[in-house]
T-cell receptor
Framework: EDQVTQSPEALRLQEGESSSLNCSYT??????LFWYRQDPGKGPEFLFT???AGEEKEKERLKATLTKKESFLHITAPKPEDSATYLC???????????FGKGTTLSVSS | KAGVTQTPRYLIKTRGQQVTLSCSPI?????VSWYQQTPGQGLQFLFE???????NKGNFPGRFSGRQFSNSRSEMNVSTLELGDSALYLC?????????????FGPGTRLTVL
């Protein structure tokens, strides 16, 4: 069964304190791995798509990497506005449905 | 380009009633997917529509149904509401050009069942 596990469930950082979020997955043929950011009461906001092991993508303070079993979302020198829930999802070979992890809730304090 | 829009944003219903939610995809997007988000289960796939046809379906009871119109707008319907149907219902659209298209989400409809 396809599965996505995110860790930690919650992460508290001080402003400027870099860290990484983990997304482990088992999937029958990976077509793509997606990172989204979700603020309370809002829909997920697209961040990155990764397609193959070794791929990396960056956007401002965020950098996503992909291996054959997991993905990391690195946050460099975070700011309070980076506080949100970060969701990881995979798309398998068979279908069009995203399979989501439960998310990591990040809190950044000044 | 305008993003995915969903109406209404909030709904309060009672058990046994039915509800219809609406989704307008990003202009030019042909695929529309629906997800249910709850604190306990997270985001779970309901179904996906493409060219007015349901192409994929998640593991939800038949009380959950949907449809897509010729302009790609989509509706989902939940009949005989139960307390456990209280959730944020999210719609996502994608281009679907035969590659791994990114799904872009709307703001969601918050459904509360009393």
């Amino acid at each position: 069964e396809d599965q996505v596990t995110q860790s930690p469930e919650a992460l508290r950082l001080q402003e400027g304190e870099s860290s990484s979020l983990n997304c482990s997955y088992t999937v029958s043929g990976l077509r793509g791995l997606f990172w989204y950011r979700q603020d309370p009461g809002k829909g997920p906001e697209f961040l990155f798509t990764l397609y193959s092991a070794g791929e990396e993508k960056e956007k401002e303070r965020l950098k996503a990497t992909l291996t054959k079993k997991e993905s990391f979302l690195h946050i460099t020198a975070p700011k309070p506005e980076d506080s949100a829930t970060y969701l990881c999802a995979v798309l398998n070979q068979a279908g069009t449905a995203l399979i989501f992890g439960k998310g990591t809730t990040l809190s950044v304090s000044s | 380009k305008a993003g995915v829009t969903q109406t209404p944003r909030y709904l309060i219903k009672t058990r046994g009633q039915q509800v219809t939610l609406s989704c307008s995809p990003i202009s030019g997007h042909r695929s529309v997917s629906w997800y249910q988000q709850t604190p306990g289960q997270g985001l779970q796939f309901l179904f996906e529509y493409f060219s007015e046809t349901q192409r994929n379906k998640g593991n939800f009871p038949g009380r959950f149904s949907g449809r897509q119109f010729s302009n790609s707008r989509s509706e989902m319907n939940v009949s005989t509401l139960e307390l456990g149907d209280s959730a944020l219902y999210l719609c996502a659209s994608s281009l679907d050009q035969g590659t791994t298209d990114t799904q872009y989400f709307g703001p969601g409809t918050r459904l509360t069942v009393l």
